[in-house]
């Protein structure tokens, strides 16, 4: 047999060859940092774009009592860890307060019963998970506007941090801890609830009890449950991985508009 | 660009095979850039589909609600099987949808390994991809579209023309395709009806489709333009629609790539490349 290939085997090989380096190769690009930088170079690109043909106004669609999915599906934590959360479900969230801080003229900390004698707001809903399930759920709570207005928002503030209650990783150094973060475009929308009934009742432990994020133009792990408390910040890279929230700090956008 | 265009002086004879200049240099640019964009929005397309293998119709599902498809792998003794539920039908399809080898071990994943990317497990990962490529894909779209109308490559070369949408041409060129028997000679010049036709969907229905049930899943875009879920009938629908018009265009790249290697793979692969197509006379001596 010639060791000189006929010009089209040489092709046939070289393509099929080709086919194989770039499978075995796709890997080793998504874990190449320089291609990463480039691939998430294409989130600014979406905020941008959505926040441009989006305006303060634009809703989410609200639904009616008839859209309920039968069942509003629990994600991520069910039931948080520890003694601390277990002393505030036995006290039926008696002893909880949300603690409300960092750049903010007043420093607030407000009970359930504080929050519930707020002006409320009930809409029914879309939750989008970004593994790609949705359930139509109604949610009532307090518009976080009316609560950041009452804290007085300082100028140089520029995004809104939840503390969680739950730890969805086991970590010794609390980068296990549920957090998350929207900027003030999504934190003083009229349908962004810090909502503490689902369906009419309570919420339930699995959905986030006693508080959780309604921000409703962005996907589900944006919806931070069991909300301990609120921190108003000019930069989130000195929280957890820098990246702005628990899913953020492993990969997922920040802007979690699609 | 005057695509399908004869070269002059390369083309001496009617009675020789000569070359002739068919594509376009933003044909052939927005063709592989195309190329590589659905290639990558596949595979990440599918490492997304693995995270929730299962798909709706309506505004809303979830793992209790009503699902028109799931892939699933359940305990079969001490291994696994893979099975794919479309609508009431059960299909065993073990090692390929719902349990596959990694690294030799059988796995539950939806689709497997080898035709997902990243290829491990990694939804955030794929997602990067997806919507990188995404962008990429509409800007080349897009670009194509603008050159196709301002050119006139659709007016001249896409849009069937009167004689070919005779009932008996189209039948004929139904009965050629059947032999494996393509144009030669003047037809050659011109795409037949049935490629016209099938370019026509891709770009007119299946791509514009892709976009717009993509751009349904996002609330973001839901809350910009409410009337996408109308039209789609919601998130759910949408994303069913994304995965069944992607199921169509992989159907149409297998017949596409069929259609070039029997057509003559080399003469296509080089318009493609360079532009110029040999045109083999009619005739008995050719």
Same mark, same amino acid.
């Given at each position: 047999m010639s060791i000189i290939l006929p010009r089209r085997r040489f092709l046939s090989l070289a393509a099929a060859g080709a086919g194989s380096l770039l499978l075995g190769g796709c890997d080793e690009l998504s874990q190449n940092d320089g291609v990463t930088a480039v691939l998430e170079s294409a989130e600014e690109l979406t905020m941008r774009a959505q926040r441009a043909i989006l %305006?303060?106004? %634009? /809703? &989410?669609r609200e639904f009616t009592e008839a859209d309920l999915s039968p069942v509003f599906r629990s994600n991520g934590t069910s039931m948080p860890d520890g003694e601390a959360y277990a002393a505030l479900l036995e006290s039926k969230f008696k002893t909880w307060k949300l603690e409300i801080g960092g750049l903010v003229a007043t420093p607030l900390s407000l009970s359930l019963a504080d929050i519930k004698a707020l002006p409320s707001r009930t809409q029914i809903t879309r939750h989008d998970c970004v593994e790609g399930w949705s359930a139509i759920g109604k949610w009532t709570g307090v518009p976080l506007a009316v609560v950041l207005r009452k804290a007085g928002v300082a100028p140089n503030a520029r995004y809104v941090v939840f503390n969680c209650a739950d730890d969805l990783e086991q970590s010794l150094d609390g980068t296990g801890r549920y957090y998350e973060s929207i900027d003030l475009v999504d934190a003083f929308h009229p349908q962004t609830l810090l909502a503490y009934q689902l369906n009419g009742t309570d919420l339930p432990v699995e959905n986030g009890a006693p508080l959780r994020l309604r921000v409703?133009?962005? /996907?589900?792990? !944006?919806? &931070? !449950?069991?909300?301990m408390g609120i921190s108003l910040v000019d930069s989130f890279t000195a929280l957890g991985s820098g990246k702005g929230g628990f899913w953020e700090d492993r990969g997922y956008e920040w802007y979690a508009g699609i | 660009m005057t695509s399908l265009a004869e070269i002059p002086d390369r083309a001496p004879s009617r009675t020789r095979r000569h070359l002739v200049y068919r594509h376009g240099v933003a044909t052939r640019l927005t063709h592989w850039m195309n190329v590589l964009c659905l290639a990558v929005l596949l595979m990440s397309g599918l490492q997304i589909f693995n995270a929730h293998p299962e798909l709706y119709w309506g505004q809303f599902g979830a793992d209790s609600d009503h699902s028109v498809l799931a892939i699933h792998a359940t305990e079969n003794g001490d291994t696994l099987a893979g099975t794919t539920r479309i609508g009431p039908l059960v299909l065993p399809t073990t090692g390929v949808l719902g349990a596959s080898k990694v690294d030799g071990d059988l796995v539950e994943r939806a689709?497997?390994?080898?035709?997902?990317?990243?290829?491990?497990?990694?939804l955030a990962t794929g997602r990067r991809w997806h919507f990188f490529f995404a962008w990429l894909f509409v800007i080349n779209g897009l670009a194509y579209l603008l050159y196709g109308i301002i050119s006139g490559h659709f007016r001249r070369d896409l849009v069937p023309d009167r004689d070919q949408l005779a009932p008996r041409h189209v039948l004929q060129e139904i009965r050629d395709h059947a032999r494996l028997r393509f144009p030669k000679g003047e037809e050659a010049k011109r795409y037949n009806t049935l490629q016209k036709v099938a370019y026509l969907g891709v770009i007119v229905v299946l791509l514009p489709l892709m976009v717009l049930t993509g751009l349904t899943m996002s609330p973001a875009m839901d809350s910009a333009f409410p009337w996408l879920l109308d039209v789609f009938g919601g998130r759910q629908s949408a994303r069913t629609i994304h995965f069944i018009t992607a199921s169509l265009l992989v159907a149409f790249v297998i017949v596409h790539i069929a259609m070039v290697l029997l057509s003559g793979v080399w003469n296509n692969l080089r318009s493609m490349v360079t532009g110029r197509y040999a045109i083999t006379p009619e005739g008995p001596a050719a």
């Open positions: %305006s303060d106004r %634009s /809703l &989410a409703e133009r962005q /996907l589900g792990y !944006k919806q &931070a !449950k069991y909300i | 689709f497997p390994a080898w035709i997902t990317l990243p290829g491990y497990q990694d």
